[in-house]
């Protein structure tokens, strides 16, 4: 789920400064969508916090590829059922690569100087998941000064998720849960996929 604060005056769109440019940029582009034909504007921290005091505050929220408008007021009020409810409903983590798994490998070097291309069904099943209330955890070997241009291209994609994880050693990764003696099954799960194959062989649980 992605999601903005934003406030209506005077026929313009004020949204918070970003914390960078290349953020910033993204995060324009994506609004824009939205509020197509509308002046979208940043304010500073501090004429938002001016301005949120006289103004009533709204939440843009897109959910695979619907947006929806909400209150803050509503917004803190529907976040705080869904927590609650996630604290009841066991959900489950997936722990999903980038490169070569979500979208087509490509060498370090290459990813500013070439599109991201996502590989088949790879998009479809991350929704899947992402509808079915479990939570995405990316992980990658991307190195940090790389996160805002892996920002960009998950944006631009639409990719779904919850935490990105970056900077990882390149060779394979370990998964390691306990056992829970009064839920019998495994609590530790993975996928061995070929390469830019897509996801299809990913089952999604149901909570």
């Keep these: 789920m992605k999601t903005c604060r934003f406030i209506r005056k005077d026929g313009v769109v004020w ?6 440019w ?4 993204t995060r324009q582009r994506w609004l824009e ?8 504007r940043s304010a500073s921290a501090a004429t938002w916090a001016d301005m949120s005091e006289v103004n009533e505050v709204y939440v843009l929220c897109e959910v695979s590829d619907n947006f929806t408008e909400t209150s803050l007021k509503k917004f803190r009020q529907i976040e705080k059922k869904r927590e609650e409810k996630i604290l009841v409903q066991k959900f489950d983590t997936y722990f999903c690569d980038i490169d070569g798994t979500i979208f087509k490998y490509r060498k370090f070097e290459t990813y500013k100087s070439s599109p991201a291309e996502l590989t088949p069904g790879s998009l479809e099943k ?3 998941i992402k509808k079915a209330g ?13 996160r805002e241009h892996t920002l960009m291209e998950l944006e631009q994609n639409s990719v779904p998720f919850d935490r990105l994880v970056m900077g990882l050693a390149r060779g394979p ?3 390691i849960n306990d056992m829970d003696p009064n839920n019998p099954g495994e ?3 993975s996928w061995n ?7 299809s062989d990913v089952t999604v649980r149901s909570p």
């Excluded at 290349?22 to 940029?25: A, F, H, I, P, R």
């Excluded at 990316?138 to 190195?143: E, M």
């Design 33 to 40: 969508r939205h509020f197509s034909g509308i002046p979208v």
């Design 22 to 25: 290349l953020g910033g940029w």
């Design 126 to 128: 991350l929704i899947e």
């Design 15 to 20: 949204v918070p400064s970003p914390d960078s």
């Design 193 to 199: 996929l070929n390469r830019d194959e897509g996801m």
């Design 173 to 175: 990764r370990h998964l």
């Design 134 to 146: 479990h939570m995405i955890v990316l992980t990658t070997a991307r190195p940090e000064d790389l």
């Design 187 to 189: 609590r530790a799960v």
